[in-house]
């Protein structure tokens, strides 16, 4: 079973429009991770947040996260048609063995 | 280009055959996973390797096996194909478990 889980499924936005999503997990974990897959490719690691941080940057992404809420979200500030990916969290944590557990995902298409 | 490389790209073949995919990872990298990803399945783990010894295992059936050799590369081997095993699997690597993982740009397997 899947230890995140992404919330919307999927997402549709305009470019320049900001677009957030949200990740939530059952168990407590050490670090939370987003990765991007373009269509039939390979995932590819976005940021990695550790469960003693709140808030991470990395360029147009922002990163959350409330272990009490056991929640992440990850925005993306002024989108791109370059965006349109499919977003996953992963986690970590004991309960799961340290192995990475990988959410379902949410589908984001940035309209040109 | 992560620097994990995957061979081959794509592979079709008939059900009941057996495959063996492979995989190079990082340099420096002693940490390999596999995943399987279908449409209705989602990104699954398979299986972990750090440093040719296994580490952890996932949904990854008795059909399905793999190792990871003294030069870290590693095969996953799949037999008694079914169509169910269409898929994409892919492979990641990291130097520490947990960690960052970069991911491959996958195998397409197509069972006919």
């Known amino acids: 079973s899947q230890q995140g889980e992404e919330d919307p499924q999927a997402l549709s936005i305009q470019e320049g429009e900001n677009a957030t999503m949200n990740c939530s997990y059952k168990?407590?974990?050490?670090?939370l991770q987003w990765y991007r897959q373009n269509s039939g490719r390979g995932l590819v690691h976005l940021i990695l947040?550790?469960?003693?941080?709140r808030e991470k940057h990395s360029g147009r992404l922002r990163v959350t996260l409330d272990t009490s809420k056991k929640s992440s979200s990850l925005l993306i500030t002024a989108s791109r048609a370059a965006d349109t990916a499919s977003y996953f969290c992963a986690t970590d944590g004991e309960a799961a063995g340290n192995k990475l557990t990988f959410g379902g995902g949410t589908r984001v298409l940035v309209k040109p | 280009d992560s620097g994990v490389t995957q061979t081959p790209k794509h592979l079709i073949t008939a059900t009941g055959q057996r495959v063996t995919l492979r995989c190079s990872p990082r340099s420096g990298d002693l940490s390999v996973y596999w995943y399987q990803q279908s449409l209705d399945q989602g990104l699954q783990f398979l299986i972990q390797?750090?440093?040719?010894?296994?580490?952890a295992k996932g949904n990854i059936l008795e059909r399905f096996s793999a190792q990871q050799f003294p030069d870290l590369h590693s095969e996953l081997n799949l037999s008694s194909l079914e169509l169910g095993d269409s898929a994409l699997y892919f492979c990641?690597?990291?130097?520490?478990?947990?960690?960052?993982?970069?991911f491959g740009p996958g195998t397409r397997l197509t069972v006919l």
């Open positions: 990641a690597s990291s130097i520490e478990v947990p960690d960052t993982q970069y």
């Open positions: 168990t407590s974990i050490n670090n």
């Open positions: 390797y750090y440093n040719g010894e296994e580490r």
């Open positions: 947040i550790r469960s003693n941080e």
